[in-house]
């Protein structure tokens, strides 16, 4: 799937940049263009693969050049002030070569929080395409405006994309780490899943053609619906045959026998991949009972894949999950190792998100109350006015 990317503020900038490093790797081919934006210009500066003239710098009239502070009101009028210059960057990309838009951005500072859902609702009234958020939630300790900032931002960015996919920060730091000194790491795992699952379908040249190829509609119609989603990995590593296959490392007289040896043992790791894969790490970490539509994406060496074995997968996915739209597919990759990636896409049952929202009610609370309480004032100083100025009548 060929995907136009925008990274919107630090966090965002820095996934898109390693997702650019990440195609130049694995020659995956997903990032037809990437695009960086922000209000800080030593962040754009600090970038390495996104090409200069595709950094565009906003709201310089605002806050020359130095960031928006964790102020998100501002990040998101800035947004809409400069959407112009975004915009101008946006018409250097051949859109007809692209499937979809993934804005990606930090949910808990000022600018990506405050422009990514402006940048969306924008494109969402100007192309047909779908337009699709990678969202990163804050750590917990990162401080109560990095979590008022998601809390607000999400509510917003949700509703104004295709569909969320969210990875939390807070679920993929280390024991004892600060989340700041996993960013390599946590980048790292990023690239790696969605990498995995949008590179799905892009076939190069050379490459085998997969058996049951997952392409960029079978993504779109997993995303399609909207709400959030949340991916799972599991991998494990092989040995990378010559030329014979898997079948050139056995030595036995009797083929046949070896032959359905083989094929049990790759239906049995794949199987026990996808299980791993649904119930471990997830980049969103969630109940999959209720999702709505899943995708289960195998990749690895041909000889390493098998109808059978995604097949069995998908199987039980669906009665994990509930869901009867599970859909799944290989993606051969000369690479030593096998990797499930599935993602689960219209997750309702989570917990962090709950937490988040109840966060954003009792903000709006207090600012009911606030309000409330200035209104109040208000009445009492017009009482109190009122009450003075009767005996003048
Ligand atoms: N996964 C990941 N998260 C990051 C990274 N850098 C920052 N974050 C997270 O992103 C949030 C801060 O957002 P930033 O992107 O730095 O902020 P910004 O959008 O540039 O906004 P301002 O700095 O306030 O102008 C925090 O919650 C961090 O945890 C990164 O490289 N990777």
Redesign the pocket.
């Known amino acids: 799937m060929k995907l136009a990317m925008i990274g919107?503020?630090?966090?965002?900038?820095?996934?898109v940049d390693r997702f650019l490093d990440y195609d130049d790797r694995t020659g995956s081919g997903i990032v037809r263009a990437a695009i960086a934006v922000?209000?800080?210009k030593a962040?754009l500066m600090g970038l390495d693969n996104i090409p200069q003239e595709n950094r565009v710098l906003i709201g310089q009239a605002r806050v020359k050049g130095h960031?928006?502070?964790?102020?998100?009101e501002l990040?998101a009028e800035v947004a809409e002030e400069d959407i112009d210059e975004v915009q101008n960057a946006i018409d250097q990309i051949p859109t007809h070569e692209v499937d979809a838009f993934l804005i990606v951005?930090?949910?808990?500072?000022?600018?990506?929080?405050?422009?990514a859902p402006v940048l969306a609702k924008h494109l969402k009234r100007i192309y047909t395409i779908p337009v699709y958020g990678l969202g990163?939630?804050?750590?917990t300790d990162?401080g109560g405006i990095?979590t008022l900032n998601?809390a607000r931002s999400f509510q917003t960015f949700v509703r104004e994309v295709d569909n969320l996919l969210v990875?939390d920060?807070d679920s993929?730091r280390q024991t004892g780490e600060s989340?700041?000194g996993g960013?390599e790491q946590?980048?790292e795992e990023?690239v790696r899943r969605f990498g995995i699952l949008f590179g799905a379908g892009e076939v190069g040249d050379g490459q085998e053609v997969a058996e049951s190829v997952v392409d960029s509609s079978e993504i779109i119609n997993t995303l399609s619906g909207g709400g959030v989603s949340t991916v799972g990995y599991a991998s494990e590593e092989v040995e990378l045959s010559s030329g014979g296959g898997l079948l050139s490392r056995f030595t036995g007289d009797d083929g046949g026998s070896d032959d359905d040896l083989d094929a049990a043992n790759t239906t049995n790791r794949i199987t026990s991949l996808v299980r791993k894969a649904a119930l471990g790490r997830l980049t969103l970490p969630c109940e999959i009972e209720g999702t709505e539509r899943a995708l289960l994406v195998l990749s690895g060496p041909p000889e390493y894949l098998n109808r059978k074995g995604i097949e069995r997968g998908r199987k039980w996915l669906e009665e994990e999950t509930g869901s009867m739209e599970v859909r799944g597919g290989d993606f051969p990759r000369e690479e030593p190792e096998v990797a499930a990636a599935i993602l689960l896409s219209g997750v309702t049952n989570v917990p962090r998100i709950k937490r988040l929202q109840q966060v954003a009610i009792e903000a709006q609370d207090n600012i009911d109350d606030i309000q409330q309480e200035s209104e109040e004032n208000l009445e009492e100083l017009v009482e109190d006015d009122e009450d003075e100025l009767e005996p003048l009548f």
């Open positions: 919107f503020g630090q966090a965002g900038g820095k996934i922000n209000s800080a962040d960031g928006v502070g964790a102020d998100n990040g951005s930090g949910m808990g500072g000022g600018t990506g929080s405050g422009g990163v939630l804050p750590g990162e990095y998601a990875f920060n993929w989340v700041e960013y946590i980048n990023i």
